[in-house]
């Protein structure tokens, strides 16, 4: 009873808009944000106060103050930001997959500083938005033409769509794939228009398989590749060979889905060999598909690329203008592409991935050890060592394998480990490492250059109080 009673009298004593306004502390708002756009956040904050007051929680004045405070702060500050990625995960898609390469960030100011050309020739008339990407896509992969859409996807749908709506379309059971964030290929196949006729087993299907189910109503033979996930022991998949020869007797496109689609052979380097687009081409495939956004490095895109009759019947779909991407992104994938066009010394140094898939684990020690002695004067909240691990590349891309790395281990003693993870996450540049037990771990692979000043600064700002 006392409880109600206790209540009632919060709720008695909310302010009233106008006296919120009047807040010393939302003084600075009050000169910049719109007046009725101010005064429907303090609305919303004050209903949600008296909602959560009356559940029952236990809350006074002073959190609504708060709460109107943050709620306020966060609206009007980015939340699409730069971030430090301590995982250790490669490509990330929390934290936006692969890390733009070198000089990047000026291409993306340059495009931004006014009006941008996107499709327009020197005789000022409408040209084609494709035709230098297809240029730059054509020396790279060796195919007859390429283009891109707004995801790997995307680019699926807009392939199964143009080539075998209302058709039969054969994959192996062994490929029916998710894809983390609700990509799967039967969906995307129904959504299609296409009908999906699976074959073989999940972990064998063999070219007969194949053979077996084509019919007068089969428009495509589908590979995808199986990205975050291996089957192994007795197991059987058909080689792109075997199923561009066998497309080529029945005349019937082979479609191939490589999901991150590797332009370089990272297999010279010791890394696991991940299928290369110039090699599916080579091979023969039809049409080939990839993501811009993995190990290309390259902005949230599907690259197409393929025999010129299906590239051009893809653009004159519909749906190809539905999906097409903005002008940030293409100016991204153009510079992004160029960069590829480079020698692989220089892609070493500038390229987002390729920088990271092979840093040596000296530097990645070096830059551990660095910031572990930077932080040495925190030794008596938390117990700091260098250790030996492993990351993963992620974003289904030679996912089932795992790289060697450092990492600093962080073992607070005067706050939780899970506060410590989250003061670093709500850090001005969030830092996102990896808690295991009671530890908090600072995966120095993904951690890019100089970034270890930074991570240091925050634990100055979270630790000067703890
Ligand atoms: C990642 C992936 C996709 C999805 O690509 P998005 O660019 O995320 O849309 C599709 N197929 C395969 C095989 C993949 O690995």
Redesign the pocket.
């Not at 995801?151 to 995307?154: I, L, R």
């Given at each position: 009873m006392k409880e109600k009673a206790k209540q009632k009298e919060i709720l008695r004593q909310i302010p009233s808009v106008d006296k919120i306004l009047n807040w010393p502390e939302l003084n600075e708002y009050l000169q910049t944000i719109e007046h009725t756009h101010l005064t429907s956040i303090i609305r919303y904050k004050i209903d949600d106060f008296r909602q959560n007051l009356i559940t029952g929680k236990k809350l006074n004045l002073h959190h609504l103050k708060q709460s109107i405070i943050q709620e306020i702060g966060e609206l009007i500050n980015p939340y699409f930001c730069y971030a430090i990625n301590a995982i250790g995960i490669v490509l990330h898609t929390g934290l936006g997959r692969a890390p733009f390469s070198q000089g990047i960030d000026d291409i993306v100011y340059i495009v931004s500083k006014g009006y941008s050309r996107l499709q327009i020739d020197e005789q000022g008339r409408r040209a084609d938005r494709y035709k230098k990407i297809n240029q730059l896509l054509q020396i790279l992969t060796g195919a007859e033409a390429g283009f891109f859409v707004n995801?790997?996807?995307?680019a699926?749908l807009l392939i199964l769509n143009t080539i075998a709506k209302g058709k039969e379309v054969i994959v192996s059971r062994g490929q029916l794939?998710e894809?983390g964030?609700s990509?799967r290929i039967p969906e995307i196949m129904a959504q299609s228009g296409a009908i999906m006729r699976e074959v073989g087993t999940t972990n064998r299907t063999h070219l007969r398989d194949y053979e077996g189910a084509i019919n007068d109503e089969t428009a495509a033979l589908l590979r995808?590749?199986q990205?975050?996930y291996r089957i192994s022991g007795f197991t059987k998949e058909v080689p792109l060979h075997e199923l561009v020869e066998l497309g080529k007797k029945y005349k019937i496109p082979v479609i191939d889905?490589?999901?991150?689609g590797a332009l370089i052979d990272f297999s010279k380097y010791g890394l696991p060999k991940e299928p290369m687009v110039q090699e599916s081409i080579e091979t023969g495939a039809d049409v080939v598909c990839f993501?811009g956004?993995?190990l290309i490095a390259g902005p949230?895109s599907?690259i197409i690329v393929g025999k010129k009759e299906y590239i051009e019947k893809m653009k004159k779909n519909p749906l190809t203008r539905a999906l097409r991407c903005d002008k940030l992104t293409n100016a991204v994938l153009e510079a992004t592409l160029q960069l590829l066009l480079m020698k692989e010394e220089i892609l070493m140094k500038k390229h987002g991935v390729f920088n990271i898939l092979l840093k040596p684990l000296v530097d990645i020690k070096t830059q551990a050890k660095k910031c572990a002695h930077m932080l040495h004067k925190y030794s008596t909240k938390m117990d700091i060592s260098v250790k030996e691990a492993v990351s993963e590349i992620g974003?289904?891309s030679l996912s089932t394998e795992q790289l060697p790395t450092f990492v600093v281990a962080l073992k607070p003693k005067t706050m939780k480990v899970d506060d410590l993870a989250r003061s670093l996450r709500q850090y001005h540049i969030p830092i996102f490492g990896r808690v295991s037990e009671d530890t908090l771990l600072l995966d120095f692979r993904t951690v890019l250059k100089n970034e270890e000043k930074i991570i240091a600064e925050a634990f100055d700002e979270i630790l000067k109080n703890k």
């Open positions: 995801n790997n996807a995307a699926t794939i894809i964030g990509f995808v590749h990205s975050n889905d490589l999901g991150s993501s956004d993995k949230q599907g974003g289904g």
